[in-house]
């Protein structure tokens, strides 16, 4: 999941969702599925003084360590307000059918 400042202009945030297709492209991951895009959300509470964000939610399938760059640059973006990129546990990969198979 990653959060876009809710000051950016709406095509410049969903320019986000390329960028973590060519991420996942370079890490020669692959998306499960289409990139989520929830649009501007009102946070719970402010994050870094702003009152919403835009929220885009991608399930990845990829090398253990091979996303290390995108979370890099998710980090060190202006842009980005929270990210977050979790390993699902392999019953719940095989489950949603993204359990990748030994070849």
Known sequence: MVIIDGDVDDPKAQAWMKSVTDGVA????????????????????????????????????????????????????????????IRLPEAEAERRGMAVTAA
């Open 26 to 85: 370079a890490a020669k991951g692959e998306l499960h599925g289409k990139i989520d895009w929830w649009g501007k959300r009102q946070f719970a509470y402010p994050i870094e003084k702003k009152p919403a964000g835009y929220y885009l939610v991608a399930e990845i399938v990829a090398a253990p360590g091979s996303l290390d760059e995108l979370e890099r640059t998710l980090r060190l973006a202006d842009d980005v307000v929270r990210h977050k990129l």
